[in-house]
């Protein structure tokens, strides 16, 4: 199938209209007759909303090929920018072959107004960059290509055109929510594919804070996806806190699910629960990347339990070192491994503080923050109540020496 090249301009889409008008289902006639009228009375805004809405239709996909052939390209300088990439895009899925997409919105995207400035030289005195939406729709076409060779598997090409998007978003001030959406969608989708745990978590993550996840994601979609970021979180060697996925909300979709057990892990791995990721290691066979990694998750959960182990100590003034042996019981580790593990934490910036290997003590000051669960902020509520408890006392201590001396002074 080729693409024919956009309608010239002079030529009038009215047959067009006017027969689609005729012959299409009835469900659709009030569409075609809406299109039909905003363009003979050149109401350009009420024929980008409908445009908009019509090829979000189920059952208007095929039509929107031609649609756009035959009509949208006729007046695509009339359509605010951004609205007609989102429109591209949508049409974009109905080629059958990812060659065909790719080609499509190629050819779209070089009709774009270009974002960027030309400096002045000798025999131009330059441009500004041209007024919003235009860097956005740019953008929003850059991910939407991006995709289109992601699909063919044409990394270094995908690659460049997200590095492009991202350089371009980056010199915005502001930034429509379905140009990031576009744009991290697409990138967590490259490195999904790469099996780069942790840029796909951070981009997973701000690509559902962009989307309305209830409305525009199936459930087996959030489902899928859940179980994605679940399985990024666990395996991202930079990934410890775990508070910001359990409290999304599409973490739900795995409830009542072959993969709940997954989601447990994750509550297991914030808590640093030892015993919980025990019982829950009997699922690892259910998930072969997991479970070929079931070394790198004992660490991760020992090094989550060294975490929490120190944030629960009490806060009541006394001396806030830990023995090696406390800690060897708090992550089920032989004493003589708790050096090492300490050292990994300091390494990864989890905690801060020093070690005397001598004594067998460590003295922690400060673990990484993170979003708390409910267990772990009464502990917070704890040590909040002790300490102000102490300080109290010291404030007491400090009044009766105050009077004291003052007494003193008063009899001398």
Known sequence: MEI????????????YLEHQASTAPDELKPWWNKIKSAYERKLWHNLTVTLTEFVFLPSTGPYQIELFEKFIATVESRINPLKLVEIAR????????????????????SRLTSPYPVPPSDDHPGTPAPPPPAASAFALSLSSIAYAQLLLGDLPACKKSLDECEILLAEQDSVDTIVNAGYYGVAGDYYKVKADYGPYYKNALLYLACVDTERELSEEDRKARAHDLCIAALLGETIYNFGELLQHPILQTLVGTEWEWIKDLISAFNSGEIGKFEVLCNNLPNEPILESSVSFLRQKICLMALIQTAFAR??????RMMTFQSIAEATRLP??????????????SLIRGSLDQVSGTADISWVQPRVLEGSQLDTLAEQLAAWCDSVGKTEHQVEDQRVAAKRAVLVE
């Open 4 to 15: 024919d090249p956009p309608a010239s301009s002079s030529t009038s889409p009215l047959p």
């Open 90 to 109: 949508r049409v974009g899925r109905e080629y059958t072959e990812p060659e065909l997409t790719l080609k499509f919105l190629q050819s779209l995207h």
């Open 314 to 319: 009490p806060r009541d003034g006394s001396s």
């Open 335 to 348: 004493v003589h491994e708790v050096e090492h593990l300490i050292m990994k934490a300091l390494s990864l």
